[in-house]
Nanobody, 119 residues
Framework: QVQLVESGGGLVQAGDSVRLSCAAS????????MGWFRQAPGKEREFVAA????????YSSDSVKGRFTISRDNAKKTVYLEMNSLKPEDTAVYYC????????????WGQGTQVTVSS
């Protein structure tokens, strides 16, 4: 199985840039898709971005497209979410996930990291 540990969250100001990291352990990471999701207080969890097994193709939601970039470094067994031009509405708990493909199913989840954007 795969275990995921997220880091990089914190309190930032609007307009700031932050890079979230998700370190993976397990023997199947290199052949699995990775994704980022987020959940704001009182709201449903939503898809943010995903990257395929090789890192050659990425996908992102319309709400973050052009601002967030997902990438992976298989040598480090780490997936990143680079977040630029952060807005208060980006405030949420961000979760890293591992799945069979970029459209799921998503089989493993990290504990989440809080990102709070103040104006």
């Amino acid at each position: 199985q795969v275990q995921l540990v997220e880091s990089g969250g914190g309190l930032v100001q609007a307009g700031d840039s932050v890079r979230l990291s998700c370190a993976a352990s397990g023997r199947t990471f290199r052949i699995l898709a990775m994704g980022w999701f987020r959940q704001a207080p009182g709201k449903e969890r939503e898809f943010v971005a995903a990257i395929d097994r090789s890192g050659g193709s990425t996908y992102s939601s319309d709400s973050v497209k052009g601002r967030f970039t997902i990438s992976r470094d298989n040598a480090k067994k780490t997936v990143y979410l680079e977040m630029n031009s952060l807005k208060p509405e980006d405030t949420a708990v961000y979760y890293c996930a591992v799945g069979s493909s970029v459209v799921g199913p998503w089989n493993y989840w990290g504990q989440g990291t809080q990102v709070t954007v103040s104006s």
